[in-house]
């Protein structure tokens, strides 16, 4: 019997299979770099097989950020991943379309016509540029004092994003917490106005709280700082975090004033890839005026072919999100985003409505602010939260479950997030699926009570 002659590489791309070449016949090295090349089919293949088993993005409700976008969008960033956000003098109408979007953003928030602000890589970048400012700011209004610069402290609620407790941590600004409680899951004016001192560089107020999607309550934390200020003589800002609700509020409560309309809100930090509408990662911080950012916080850049500004923690970035964001505000208008936040909350509004429906559950937040609701189990001893959130992996659905924050810790919930790409459709196959596993979960604590099968969260 005549042996089969081994293909060369030459003719290994017209006589191997559709699939499966030469590099699948072993695995890949995971951890060190190959000692040979491979094809670029292959290439693709191996790694876009290997990430089918991350979850399904589209049926991820706890994040956030955003899962879909339009063709048209997604080919105009294509086309830009190559171009440095950084390097201002060789794009420069891609830096154009930058100073666009900022002053787009302080327009929604009302700021004054003086109003400047800064992209970012998403709202957690934004954040720690808006706390450096507040920094800087108090640190010289007390050595103008004459007083002490060593001592620095945050108000803030425990319910903040994380990077703010980073913020602090790197920046060795004492955190004061106000803590939240049973039956309130957002900051409570007086006990925030209670914790000034003549060292607090500022307040933060969130608008759309990542636990609950609730808005604290920004004009009466702001009249009672105002009312503090007048008092003691203090400057202490105000600062918003509209990560979640900036994008929101304009278009679904317009005539709620929690942006530059209060006077001491000094500045804000957007997600553009939250309801934005855009792909991780960009961000924006406003400052109601160019004197609200301390000159020595800006650097000028002139080795990349002209004097250009910039005030990152990031350098080199592709200026494909900006593109991508400018797309929205140019495709959608305000008109298109109010039509698509209306949708959004439309839809978690009815979702919410129908899960507290289904009976073993109770809402702490129904939907109504920003498209995002938590609800808890009333009866713990039957199953949990954790319980729903693994049975629901089964058919596919990431549906988050936690503790609520410091003072209300007791307290576990599940929370949806409802974003741009979820349809009635798509809530009404969470609904069944959510029906097949109180059904399994029920049936599991009943016969655990007969003594025949224990079902329990580990």
């Avoid at 979850?55 to 976008?69: D, E, P, Y």
């Avoid at 495709?331 to 959004?344: H, I, T």
């Avoid at 924050?405 to 809530?427: K, N, Q, T, Y």
Wanted: with cysteine.
């Amino acid at each position: 019997m005549t042996k089969k002659p081994t293909p060369s590489s030459d003719t290994e791309s017209v006589l191997t299979p559709a699939y499966g070449g030469r590099f699948m016949r072993e695995p890949i090295p995971k951890y060190s770099m190959p000692e040979n090349e491979m094809d670029a089919d292959s290439a693709y293949r191996l790694i876009h097989d290997e990430l089918m088993l991350d979850g399904n993005a589209r049926l991820n409700l706890a994040t956030f950020v955003t899962t879909w976008m339009e063709p048209q969008a997604e080919r105009l960033m294509s086309e830009t991943f190559d171009k440095n956000m950084i390097d201002k003098d060789e794009y420069p109408n891609t830096a154009m379309i930058e100073e666009r979007c900022i002053k787009i953003v302080a327009n929604l928030f009302n700021a004054p016509e003086n109003a400047t602000g800064s992209s970012a890589i998403g709202s957690s970048e934004a954040v720690m540029l808006a706390g450096m400012a507040m920094k800087w700011n108090w640190r010289a209004r007390q050595r103008a004092k004459g007083k002490p610069t060593d001592k620095p402290n945050l108000i803030l609620g425990t319910n903040v994003q994380v990077v703010w407790e980073k913020f602090c941590r790197y920046w060795d600004v004492e955190p004061r917490y106000v803590p939240m409680a049973e039956d309130r899951y957002v900051i409570d004016p007086e006990d925030t106005i209670s914790k000034i001192d003549e060292n607090t560089i500022g307040i933060i107020a969130i608008l759309g709280t990542t636990f609950t999607g609730e808005y604290e309550p920004i004009k009466e934390v702001h009249d009672a700082l105002v009312a503090s200020n007048s008092k003691t003589g203090f400057d202490v800002p105000l600062h918003v975090d509209a990560a979640s609700g900036g994008f929101v509020a304009p278009f679904l409560q317009p005539d709620l004033e929690w942006d530059f309309r209060l006077p001491q809100v000094k500045s804000i930090n957007v997600s553009g890839h939250k309801y934005g509408l855009v792909y991780p990662g960009v961000g924006w911080v406003v400052w109601r005026d160019k004197s609200e950012l301390p000159e020595d916080l800006v650097f000028h850049v002139n080795y990349l072919g002209g004097d250009m500004p910039t005030f990152t923690l990031n350098f080199s970035r592709p200026g494909n999100q900006i593109v991508g964001q400018y797309y929205n505000f140019l495709r959608l208008g305000r008109n298109g985003y109010a039509q698509v936040m209306g949708n959004l909350g439309a839809i978690a509004q009815q979702l919410a409505a129908r899960i507290a429906d289904l009976g073993p559950f109770e809402l702490l937040s129904d939907g109504s602010t920003i498209p995002v609701f938590a609800f808890k189990v009333k009866d713990p001893d039957n199953f949990t939260v954790y319980d729903v959130s693994d049975q629901l992996r089964q058919y596919g659905w990431q549906v988050p479950a936690y503790s609520m924050p410091e003072g209300a810790e007791d307290i576990h919930v599940l929370r949806i997030v409802v974003r741009e790409g979820f349809s009635f459709d798509m809530a009404e196959m969470l609904l069944q699926d959510m029906g097949k596993v109180i059904a399994k979960l029920e049936n599991q604590s009943a016969n655990g009570k007969d003594g025949s099968t224990v079902f329990a969260h580990v």
